[in-house]
């Protein structure tokens, strides 16, 4: 299955009962491939809410990289309700939400989320996406959580919406500097294609930045004048000012 796909997969495993809440996981294979493992719903209230069996969780934790838990919300919208949050929380893994009722995904992504390598991760559909690698980077390198700047990690489809929704969390919560200014941990914000979505990744010094491109593995490279010539903007974080 391709990693810009799987969630087709979810949307077709909510239809199958719409009466009430589906879930599974999706999960890393060792050759980079992603699979929906469709779990039963162990709830007393499947309409309501899901769970999947402790016997299940670590079954597949022994066997496998999970990358999220998903479920379905049959009656309500997307978004996370307090017991998704929390059980996101105590597991340390995000939650994605598709809902019948609107037709829409919501990734949480939770305070608790411990990021794994940075290097070497394939593209994935709002787990390993350039914004992405941006949060994990702060996280691993800084110590910096950010989680909480973004509420929602599944990115709408529209680039222009896109790259609105990017623009204003970076200069709510980042200070934009000169380009010639450029030092390690700042934010470079790339613009490929004229008016196509915007590509961010992470300047690491002497010359070298980590990004996470739609079409290859996470990955650290030189920033030539082929890059060069693509960089927007660029962005600190007020405590490394």
């Not at 799987?6 to 294979?29: F, M, P, T």
């Not at 390198?141 to 222009?160: A, F, P, R």
């Not at 929704?165 to 980042?174: A, D, E, P, R």
Request: glycine share 4%.
């Amino acid at each position: 299955m391709t990693s810009s796909k799987y969630y087709e997969e979810i949307i077709e495993h909510a239809k199958s009962n719409q009466q009430e809440e589906v879930c599974g996981l999706i999960i890393l294979n060792k050759d980079l491939s992603i699979n929906v493992k469709k779990l039963k719903n162990n709830s007393g209230k499947p309409r309501e809410c899901f769970a999947i069996s402790a016997q299940d969780f670590i079954n597949n934790k022994l066997k496998y990289k999970i990358l999220c838990i998903y479920h379905s919300h049959p009656l309500t919208n997307e978004e996370p309700s307090r017991q998704d949050i929390l059980a996101s929380e105590e597991l340390g893994i995000p939650y994605l939400i598709y809902s019948l009722k609107s037709n829409n995904f919501f990734l949480y992504y939770p305070e608790s989320y411990i990021p794994d390598s940075l290097i070497g991760r394939p593209y994935i559909k709002g787990l390993y996406e350039c914004t992405c690698l941006l949060k994990d980077y702060f996280i691993s390198e800084l110590d910096i959580n950010i989680t909480k700047w973004n509420k929602n990690y599944w990115l709408t489809e529209s680039d222009k919406e896109a790259n609105k929704q990017l623009n204003k969390i970076l200069n709510k919560n980042l200070n934009k500097i000169e380009i010639k200014d450029i030092k390690k941990h700042d934010v470079i914000v790339f613009e490929v294609k004229k008016e196509a979505r915007r590509h961010v990744g992470i300047y690491l010094g002497d010359d070298y930045f980590i990004h996470q491109c739609g079409n290859t593995i996470s990955r650290r490279q030189i920033l030539d004048n082929r890059w060069q010539s693509k960089i927007k903007e660029l962005y600190r974080h007020p405590s490394l000012v």
